[in-house]
């Protein structure tokens, strides 16, 4: 393969010699992987780095999701807006208010921002349903507050010049677990068919644009005739995030008939799905762990990890904290979770495993030791100096496997997403799913494993066509040089670690990868062997692209 100016300008038997050539003899050679899921919306505008997805062969990522960002905003919406980002995306407020520079008001003026620093990889931005509410509707934007028409006509009009500024698309949520730090609902939710219909008839009139929307589907046909609605007064395509809920297992088997129905009428719209389960990570380090709202352990909360765990190894203070512990529920935890659920916790060991074994779990393990689940996770909490680390699934582990997610994962109108890569940074590290994807799904699982090919097409190609970046996932000529080189055979993901470097000294999880032996955005080489290079070729892209002449 030869590449010239960032794009690929031959495949196959390639005549003369390189400036610089690379022998991927053995390895696997992959387009760059795009996410069309996150949520850098604020750390694009401090770091270069888009870490963790950087680390796992992604070259693009797609950020406003969920109908949170920062623009437009006014300068007395600043405020909500990041209370919302911190509420809904576990983002720390300290860090937002540190590392947001503020130096826009309008959504145009916001990717000017972006535009000025290099980075790691491309982004792109879509214009978030709770900022236009802020906007339009000031002091009165809140859930379930119906807009008046001439605040819809506002919300459509400033949606239209996002996309035609460069946003790729509008984003909304009708999700009743998302919710600002303080614990009020999102501004979006609720909100009238009237409304969302307006604003993606607004968008379509562009001629550009994606749809997207996350929904806790209380009702599929319902949901399914808003969407269609959408669809129908844009023209344009739409995305839902789908998992598999613990309450209602069976759910998602639903919403992909309504999806397969949707489709065949002509409407299109695709479920964004996850790799594997998610949950909540537990530990010292992070925001949650099972005695978080112990009144003898909150004590020590004050203190560094470290000295925590040196403290609670002291056999009477264990006797008083486990005395102390009740079975309480933790605010704001998505979904009202009980913490304690320990029959769906289970430890993390040097090399994470995704699909335990039910037998693993700490409730299982405990009894089979004839002790308690507390006990035994007291214990694990203050190895290795506090920094070990429990997992607990809320979603997509309601078998006590993965094969929910097989099934999501191979359906005609899903798409690999909801890596929420730059969110719920203290208690998730989910960019990691397209490892996930080569590792676990490809090589490792036991049963029901998903092609290479096919896993590449899904999170290379079609997830670039669903957002309108035609110019990427494709190794062929004329297309943008965005590649991977990877040792399948050592490709492993290494354990979650916790981190201080967040603006104001925020603490964030980062999970890396071994296995990526190169990574090139636009032809230039970002990451070796996991390791950085001096290379910050990545760009915003505004709006959608095609593909370039080869030369």
């Keep these: 393969m030869a590449v010239r100016d960032g794009i690929v300008v031959d495949v196959g038997r390639v005549e003369g010699r390189g400036a610089r050539e690379i022998d991927a003899a053995g390895a696997v050679v992959a387009p760059g992987f795009v996410d069309i899921h996150t949520h850098y919306d604020g750390q694009a505008v401090w770091d270069g780095r888009m870490q963790p997805s950087s680390w796992h062969g992604v070259t693009t990522v797609v950020m406003g999701n969920c109908g949170v960002g920062f623009a437009p905003v006014r300068p007395g919406n600043r405020q909500p807006l990041i209370e919302l980002m911190e509420g809904v995306e576990d983002i720390p407020g300290t860090a937002l208010y540190e590392g947001l520079s503020w130096e826009w008001e309008t959504f145009e003026e916001y990717l000017t921002a972006l535009e000025r620093r290099p980075r790691d990889l491309d982004i792109a931005a879509q214009v978030p349903h709770a900022a236009l509410r802020f906007e339009a509707m000031g002091k009165r934007a809140a859930a379930m507050e119906a807009a008046t028409a001439d605040e819809i006509v506002t919300m459509a009009r400033l949606a239209a010049?996002?996309?035609?500024?460069?946003?790729?698309?509008?984003?909304?949520?009708?999700?009743?677990?998302?919710?600002?730090?303080?614990?009020?609902?999102?501004?979006?939710?609720?909100?009238?068919?009237?409304?969302?219909?307006?604003?993606?008839?607004?968008?379509?009139?562009?001629?550009?644009?994606?749809?997207?929307?996350?929904?806790?589907?209380?009702?599929?046909?319902?949901?399914?005739?808003?969407?269609?609605?959408?669809?129908?007064?844009?023209?344009?395509?739409?995305?839902?995030?789908?998992?598999?809920?613990?309450?209602?297992?069976?759910?998602?088997?639903?919403?992909?008939?309504?999806?397969?129905?949707?489709?065949?009428?002509?409407?299109?719209?695709?479920?964004?799905?996850?790799?594997?389960?998610?949950?909540?990570?537990?530990?010292?380090?992070?925001?949650?762990?099972?005695?978080?709202?112990?009144?003898?352990?909150?004590?020590?909360?004050?203190?560094?990890?470290?000295?925590?765990?040196?403290?609670?190894?002291?056999?009477?203070?264990?006797?008083?904290?486990?005395?102390?512990?009740?079975?309480?529920?933790?605010?704001?935890?998505?979904?009202?979770?009980?913490?304690?659920?320990?029959?769906?916790?289970?430890?993390?060991?040097?090399?994470?495993?995704?699909?335990?074994?039910?037998?693993?779990?700490?409730?299982?393990?405990?009894?089979?030791?004839?002790?308690?689940?507390?006990?035994?996770?007291?214990?694990?909490?203050?190895?290795?100096?506090?920094?070990?680390?429990?997992?607990?699934?809320?979603?997509n582990y309601a078998d006590g496997n993965l094969d929910a997610v097989h099934e999501m994962l191979v359906h005609d109108h899903t798409l690999p997403g909801l890596s929420d890569g730059g969110a719920h940074v203290a208690s998730m590290c989910d960019g990691s799913f397209p490892t996930t994807l080569l590792q676990l799904w490809t090589r490792d699982r036991a049963h029901d494993r998903l092609d290479l090919p096919f896993v590449i097409r899904r999170q290379c190609r079609e997830t670039a066509v669903a957002v309108g970046l035609e110019d990427r996932g494709l190794l062929a000529p004329g297309y943008k040089a965005d590649i991977n080189i990877i040792d399948m055979e050592n490709v492993r993901l290494l354990n979650p670690t916790v981190h201080y470097d967040l603006p104001a000294g925020g603490r964030r999880l980062l999970q890396r990868a071994e296995g990526y032996l190169h990574t090139f955005v636009s032809g230039m080489e970002t990451y070796t062997n996991g390791e950085e290079t001096a290379n910050l070729p990545g760009r915003l892209v505004r709006g959608p692209q095609k593909r370039q002449p080869a030369t």
């Excluded at 219909?197 to 808003?226: H, K, N, P, Y």
Aim: aromatic letters at 6%; proline letters at 6%.
């Design 161 to 395: 010049e996002a996309i035609r500024f460069g946003a790729l698309g509008f984003t909304t949520s009708r999700s009743i677990n998302h919710k600002s730090v303080g614990g009020t609902l999102t501004p979006v939710y609720g909100s009238q068919s009237d409304e969302l219909t307006a604003i993606a008839s607004a968008v379509g009139q562009t001629g550009t644009g994606v749809l997207q929307l996350i929904t806790d589907f209380d009702d599929v046909d319902e949901d399914f005739a808003l969407m269609r609605r959408m669809v129908e007064a844009s023209g344009r395509p739409l995305t839902v995030s789908l998992v598999q809920f613990g309450g209602r297992p069976r759910l998602y088997s639903t919403v992909l008939e309504q999806l397969a129905r949707a489709n065949e009428d002509g409407y299109p719209i695709k479920a964004q799905v996850a790799a594997r389960s998610m949950g909540m990570l537990l530990g010292l380090q992070c925001t949650l762990h099972p005695f978080v709202a112990n009144p003898v352990w909150r004590s020590l909360a004050h203190l560094p990890v470290a000295e925590q765990a040196a403290r609670m190894a002291d056999p009477e203070l264990k006797a008083e904290i486990l005395r102390a512990q009740t079975d309480e529920k933790i605010p704001n935890v998505p979904g009202g979770l009980r913490i304690h659920r320990y029959e769906i916790m289970y430890e993390f060991d040097s090399i994470p495993n995704y699909e335990p074994a039910p037998q693993d779990s700490i409730a299982v393990r405990a009894a089979r030791e004839g002790r308690t689940p507390e006990d035994l996770s007291y214990e694990i909490l203050i190895k290795d100096g506090g920094r070990s680390l429990m997992s607990q699934p809320f979603t």
